[in-house]
């Protein structure tokens, strides 16, 4: 009940238009009901001969039920999908609002396949939430009354019989499906999102696959992961033809039980012959509404458990969050300075965290931080773009000595602009990704910004230039001109204080060295800070500070 709370609280279903799709869903399967009960009483009163101006009301009412069923079918099902629709478009946005703060920290331990299945499988689940999940129910409930009501105003018995059979069909029979069904729609979820992962992982690096001569072996787990899921589908498969045939059976003995009570008051005389046949159809057409049910039962477990994984990530909390009441971005002084900060392992190639860390770069001064692998500085730069804070009471980072946790997300990352040396490349051209750093940026700022990266001539030989595409994450260009096009965004950025994580990364010598020149020597003329995060060589003569970190500590601090 707590998963159907959250998930109700997380949708909010506009009621109106719950409202209406519930309405319009009973009135089709009570169109239903009236088609077959004055269908059974028409044919009944004709066989005894009547006068054919006695059988108008029948045969007009037969005449609407039969028009108006179909119309009131169509307009349900539009009602609902566009209910249904609604609701996964909201949950999509709320999804992605809650995942977008825990990327830059709290995501990277899910799987890409994993995040992948969530965005979409489980997401897509939550259509059915009210669309087979609850608004069946409901109009279960609506029409069932109002069937049983009838029935009891015509024969108090069959009335009853069928108030008996409509309640076991539903809520026995769905409570028999969610038992005998029990926890293979959570195992569905987590072996279809595990399949996925997998798949995924597979597709990415299937290169690597390859070339070690492990493709075998990731088939093979592929493989066992989508026998595991054909055998829960088809374990789901049989639970659902037995209670399918369960329901049937349930409404098959009502049916025969009104009819047999109904013949009886007609041969005691408490009943008009005529209407023996409209009860028995009538029973048998109010089951209309108890038929979906179990699959419902059946559905609803396996749509919690979607719930379930997207709430997990959705009721996480961010690793850093916009204070109450942000001040204003410092309009002097730029300098950014770490404060005696200690931080827990945060980034995955810094095992140590950073132990009471200082750092000072003054505005327009270049500094490179350089240092092995795991030393702490990628978490220095996830620090100061705001990715992660600080630990409690354990310093802070300032920007023109303001706390950056004073300041919102969105003005840190516009003043400190951070060129990570995984820089993602979206499936779109070479244009629009540096464009990406300023939306607004005119063309000769773009081709500017690539020809500070030392990646113009390249681009201006493509055929289609820089409207090259390309492709899912770059795949489509090679490592180094990759590494220069994200570079050409920091540029674009034109943020008053520049952290480069590694970016001459994949590029040659020739090519980083006057890249790393470039850079440094366009800051020194201007009121620019860089910070440079670096494992190579650096010449003191480039940069005005130099620092060495070693497990998370400044090891040593030179000035140039």
């Known amino acids: 009940m707590r998963t159907l709370r959250a998930l109700f609280r997380l949708i909010r279903p506009p009621l109106g238009r719950t409202a209406l799709s519930t309405v319009l869903g009973s009135l089709t399967v009570l169109t239903g009901i009236g088609l077959m009960t004055t269908a059974g009483y028409l044919i009944s009163r004709a066989a005894e001969h009547p006068p054919i101006l006695s059988l108008t009301v029948a045969i007009v009412a037969v005449r609407a039920f039969g028009i108006s069923r179909p119309v009131v079918r169509y307009l349900e099902r539009l ?6 629709f609604r609701v996964l478009a909201r949950i999509r946005v709320a999804f992605y609002r809650r995942l977008e703060p825990l990327v830059p920290a709290r995501a990277g331990e899910y799987r890409h396949g994993d995040l992948l299945a969530r965005m979409v499988g489980d997401v897509d689940a939550m259509r059915d939430l009210l669309l087979r999940g609850i608004s069946p129910v409901l109009v279960w409930a609506v029409t069932g009354t109002a069937a049983v009501a009838f029935a009891a105003f015509l024969l108090p018995a069959a009335g009853l019989v069928l ?13 028999f499906a969610a038992i005998a069904g029990r926890h293979t729609g959570d195992r ?14 597979a597709l990415r690096g299937a290169p690597e696959l390859v070339v070690y001569g492990a493709d075998e072996a990731a088939l093979g787990r592929i493989r066992r992961l989508d026998a595991d ?3 829960l589908a088809r374990r789901d498969a049989r639970v659902a033809g037995l209670v399918e045939g369960l329901g049937t059976l349930v409404a098959g003995l009502t049916v025969a039980r009104v009819l047999a009570v109904s013949a009886s008051a007609s041969t005691a005389g408490h009943l008009d012959r005529v209407l023996v046949a409209a009860l028995a159809l009538l029973a048998m057409a109010s089951f209309e509404a108890a038929a979906p049910l179990p699959a419902a039962a059946l559905t609803l477990d396996a749509t919690l458990a979607a719930g379930r994984r997207l709430l997990a990530i959705m009721e996480r909390r961010p690793a850093v969050a916009d204070p109450d009441t942000p001040v204003a971005v410092p309009a002097g002084d730029r300098t950014v300075a770490l404060d005696h900060v200690t931080t827990t392992a945060a980034e995955p190639d810094d095992e140590w965290g950073l132990h009471d860390i200082g750092l000072r770069l003054p505005q327009g001064q270049r500094m490179a931080l350089v240092g092995h692998s795991g030393a702490g500085k990628s978490t220095v730069a996830a620090l100061l773009v705001r990715f992660i804070d600080p630990d409690p009471d354990a310093g802070r980072v300032t920007l023109g000595g303001t706390d950056l946790r004073a300041l919102r997300q969105q003005d840190v990352r516009a003043s400190i602009s951070l060129d990570d040396q995984d820089a993602y490349l979206f499936a779109t051209t070479i244009k629009e990704n540096v464009r990406l750093a300023r939306p607004d940026a005119d063309d000769e700022a773009i081709r500017d910004a690539l020809r500070r990266a030392r990646v113009w001539d390249w681009v201006a030989s493509l055929p289609d230039g820089w409207d090259t595409l390309v492709g899912e994450d770059g795949t489509r260009v090679s490592g180094g001109e990759r ?4 570079l050409a965004r920091a540029f674009l950025a034109d943020a008053p204080v520049l952290v480069l994580d590694e970016p001459t990364a994949h590029l040659d010598a020739r090519t980083a060295d006057a890249i790393v020149a470039d850079v440094l020597a366009s800051a020194s003329g201007e009121a620019r800070s860089v910070l440079l995060i670096t494992h190579r060589v650096v010449d003191a003569g480039e940069v005005d500070a130099i620092v060495r970190l070693h497990r998370g500590r400044v090891a040593d601090r030179r000035s140039t």
């Open 188 to 201: 569905q979820v987590r072996a279809r999102a595990e399949l996925t992962a997998e798949l995924v992982d």
């Open 483 to 486: 590494r220069r096009i994200a």
């Open 79 to 84: 009602s609902s999908h566009d209910l249904a």
């Open 229 to 231: 899921l054909v055998a």
């Open 163 to 175: 108030a008996i059979g409509l309640l076991v069909a539903g809520l026995g029979v769905p409570a």
